[in-house]
Every structure is written in structure tokens, then in C-alpha cells.
């Protein structure tokens, strides 16, 4: 016997209704190469708020680029997207940025930790092109930041693999910064939460 809902529906196609359209807009979201920000508010249906868990130097062979060492040097950030009023977190970010690469301005804006990268870029106006370079899906415990070192990503409840996104952000031809992106796999579930609540309060 199919069990259903009050409005009559199936909940196993409620549910397979789900996954599908999180399918989709995540494979829309890893494939842009345009700023996942702006998505990301958008799925929220709010703004967004960075911040950095950790923010340190790694030149030479510690950045996985000896070829540049000596005198080159590379900062490492860590950061989390949340939902400016909800809290939730929305992307666990690592960035591997080339000081030599990157406008001074920028960099400076990058150092004072108060924006996130994509934003601090478009706000400047900067001539910038992204490149994917890999993207996915990975299970919790095989998350790796660009070094190749194990991370512990700040999703809570983590029930399903989460989707990724690497690609490099080049200024005049020359790979400024590298970003790895993981997106909370709850993110669709979370907004569609928000808005059954409305509804059942309204």
C-alpha cells in the first residue's frame, strides 16, 4: 500500500523530486565560472558573511610550487560562507593565493580577512578570467585541502557526498589564486525548509 502526505502526494516522489533538482542546480553551480557567490545567495535567499578559519604563509615546496621558491610566497585561507541572519553554512573554501600574481590592492583587501575573494574582486573592478579545473563529488572524510592535506569540513549532519569545485583565477595570463570550494549538500534542503515554514505560519 503507497503511503502519502497530507496533500495527497507520494513522499518517495517528493523525495526523488528532491534529489533531482539538488542534482541539477549543483551541476549548474560546478560547472559556471563565473562568482558561486552570487548563486550561493541566491539558493539562500540571503546575503552571505566569510569567515576565515585560518589565514598563513606557505612558500616553496610547502605550496606544492618549489619551481617559484626562493622569494615566492604563497598564503593559505580557510574559510566558511554562512547565511548572514540563518547561520548556516553554505561552502567550506580553501585558497591558495600567489602574492606575486595578485594586485597589490587585492592582496591587501585578502590580508584584512573581511570579504571574500570574489567579492573583494568584483567590488575593485579588476580584469580577472576563472578556470575550472576539477570538479565533483567526495565523500566527507576524503576532503583535502590544495596541499593534499586532510581537512574536516564545518557541515553538520553530514549524510551525502559533498559536491567541489577547483578552478584558478588568473589576472593578465598569470594564476593569481587557486580555490577549492565545497558546498553544503543540505543547501537546497535548508531553503526549501525555509519556505514550507513561511507557508505553514502564513
Known amino acids: 500500500m503507497t503511503n502519502h502526505d497530507s496533500t495527497g502526494r507520494d513522499p518517495q516522489d517528493a523525495g526523488k523530486a528532491l ?14 565560472d563565473g562568482r558561486t557567490t552570487d548563486l550561493l545567495e541566491t539558493m539562500l535567499n540571503e546575503k552571505t558573511l566569510v569567515t576565515v578559519l585560518r589565514q598563513e604563509q606557505a612558500g616553496g615546496e610547502a605550496s606544492g610550487h618549489p619551481e617559484d621558491a626562493p622569494g615566492a610566497a604563497y598564503y593559505v585561507r580557510e574559510s566558511l560562507l554562512s547565511g548572514e541572519k540563518s547561520g548556516f553554512i553554505v561552502s567550506h573554501n580553501i585558497a591558495l593565493v600567489h ?3 595578485v594586485p597589490p590592492a587585492l592582496f591587501e583587501k585578502i590580508a584584512r580577512r573581511r570579504e571574500g ?8 573592478g579588476l580584469q580577472s578570467f576563472r578556470k575550472v579545473e576539477e570538479t565533483g563529488r567526495r565523500n566527507g572524510d576524503e576532503a583535502v585541502d590544495l596541499l593534499g592535506q586532510p581537512i574536516s569540513l564545518r557541515f553538520p549532519e553530514l549524510r551525502s557526498p559533498v559536491p567541489y569545485k577547483k578552478y584558478v583565477i588568473y589576472f593578465e595570463h598569470a594564476p593569481g589564486i587557486e580555490m577549492l570550494e565545497y558546498f553544503n549538500p543540505d543547501v537546497i534542503r535548508h531553503r526549501l525548509n525555509q519556505v514550507l515554514n513561511r507557508t505553514t505560519e502564513g
Do not use: N, Y
Open 99 to 101: 602574492s606575486r600574481h
Open 117 to 124: 575573494i570574489g567579492k573583494a574582486i568584483s567590488s575593485m
Open 19 to 32: 534529489h533531482l533538482m539538488q542534482e541539477l542546480i549543483f551541476d549548474i553551480l560546478l560547472a559556471t
